[in-house]
């Protein structure tokens, strides 16, 4: 593969704004690749689109008071990037990241920053590895995404909330897609390695039963992970939208080798099929705190959201 960096517009709006409660400041600069959030000195989310990769993904997020909980490229799975969402598209795989499997190329990027809340902005196009450095990817294209992530801090709460938003159409490189996948494909984490005998998942306050290497897939308003440790207390929801495709959402979790966990859509059993012309919507989002949380308090917060347009 060349070294030769494919087409790639960068537009940067930096804001630093101070109230009297929480200030978030928004670094994200084109020789880093990366967007980095913090509050008050604190790194929250680092997300990273360096060209070269075979997708972005978010590689550190924390809460306010807390400290990152996700593992990005472990070795025994070094395609696992902490926060990330991949599936296959006319079975060409945007999971795995070997030679011949597909790339989420990033096109153009935006970032902003407003009080309490950042927001960052991609252009992404879903393409075959032959096609992924070519200086314009437009008529290449499975998927056109435009990605919007934002972030949003509750210092009094003591949270930070992820919004995932992708909005797809079909590209030009086909008249139809279908989407399939693993069992686990979609929005998918990884925690680090000192939390992976301390977690403890939940399926909107059901215990999914992991033991003996089991691996449980179900429908759920949300699900989240916690970790109780003296060195360390902090639980993670993932909490689907009411309006994505097969409305609520399909979890898949699991504990050995490792813990994991995912939101997917049923990729496994039955495709999505769209036609040119055809747009579509998934959005999540993903809660952090630096502490244990209740089911009712976790129940409470993802209902809010459900309820919104």
């Known amino acids: 593969m060349k070294n030769f960096c494919p087409s790639l517009v960068v537009v940067l709006f930096v804001t630093k704004l101070c109230s009297a409660q929480s200030a978030l400041h928004l670094d994200a600069g084109i020789t880093t690749n990366a967007w980095i959030v913090t509050h008050q000195s604190q790194p929250l989310l680092r997300y990273v689109f360096n060209p070269r990769q075979a997708k972005p993904y978010v590689a ?8 990152n909980i996700l593992r ?3 070795s025994d799975h070094l395609h696992h990037h902490a926060l990330m969402y991949a599936i296959k598209v006319n079975g060409l795989n945007f999971w795995e990241e070997v030679p011949g499997n597909g790339v989420e190329r990033v096109v ?34 499975l998927l056109i995404e435009q990605r919007t992530l934002t972030l949003t801090v509750d210092a009094t709460a003591r949270e930070s909330a992820l919004e995932w938003k992708a909005e797809f159409e079909v590209g030009k490189k086909t008249n139809q897609v279908a989407l399939t996948g693993a069992t686990y494909h979609g929005l998918g984490m990884r925690f680090l390695k000192e ?6 998942h939940s399926y909107a306050g059901r215990k999914p039963d992991l033991s003996k290497s089991r691996q449980e897939i179900s429908n759920a308003p949300w699900a989240s992970v916690a970790f109780a440790a003296p060195a360390l207390n902090a639980t993670i929801a993932l909490v689907p939208h009411p309006t994505n495709a097969r409305g609520d959402g399909q979890f898949f979790s699991m504990l050995t080798a490792f813990p994991y966990l995912s939101a997917t859509q ?3 059993k039955e495709p999505l099929v769209y036609q040119s012309g055809d747009k579509f919507t998934i959005r999540y989002l993903v809660l952090l705190y630096p502490e244990t949380k209740s089911t009712a308090a976790l129940e409470t917060r993802a209902t809010k959201w459900r309820s919104a347009p």
């Not at 550190?60 to 400290?67: D, K, L, N, T």
């Not at 939390?195 to 403890?200: G, Q, V």
């Open 72 to 74: 990005d490229a472990p």
């Open 266 to 268: 049923g990729l496994d």
């Open 195 to 200: 939390l992976d005998s301390l977690a403890d």
């Open 108 to 141: 153009e990027t935006t970032a902003s920053a407003n009080g309490n809340n950042a927001t960052l902005r991609q252009l992404i196009h879903w393409v075959a590895p032959q096609d992924a450095f070519v200086a314009d990817t437009t008529p290449h294209a």
């Open 60 to 67: 550190e997020f924390s809460a306010p008071g807390g400290q």
